[in-house]
């Protein structure tokens, strides 16, 4: 019970968050690769690759960014840091910034203050 508890808990407090949502912030990528040609709004980013949205801060090997869409695909060792309270690990993301959703696959663990989640999804 106290698990469930915690896990509506983690779903309100990003629900929450979801109603501020802003634009996703790149902060940083070792090498960036863009063809307007191809897709007018899709930017490849390869390399310590880090970036934020509203208070969390997602790093990553590499990534796929979509502007208009708001949008980010991250591949290989994905850390988010929300505040000092939530972490979450994976290899692969998929990235709404608008409604401040992620979906991480592989390996995956969630730590807060009380509980470690550890699973192949979430």
């Not at 000092?84 to 690990?89: A, R």
């Not at 994976?90 to 992620?102: D, Q, S, V």
């Amino acid at each position: 019970m106290k698990f469930l508890f915690h896990i509506l808990l983690l779903l309100l407090s990003i629900s929450t968050i979801a109603q501020n949502s802003k634009r996703i912030e790149i902060l940083n990528a070792d090498n960036t690769y863009a063809n307007a040609n191809i897709h007018p709004d899709y930017w490849r980013l390869i390399g310590n690759v880090s970036f934020k949205h509203n208070d969390a801060i997602m790093t990553c090997d590499s990534a796929y960014h979509y502007n208009a869409e708001n949008k980010m695909e991250a591949f290989g060792k994905i850390k988010i840091n929300q505040g000092d309270s939530i972490t979450l690990t994976g290899e692969m993301l998929t990235y709404f910034g608008k409604e401040n959703k992620a979906d991480i696959k592989g390996d995956v663990v969630l730590i807060d203050k009380h509980m470690t989640l550890n699973t192949e999804q979430v």
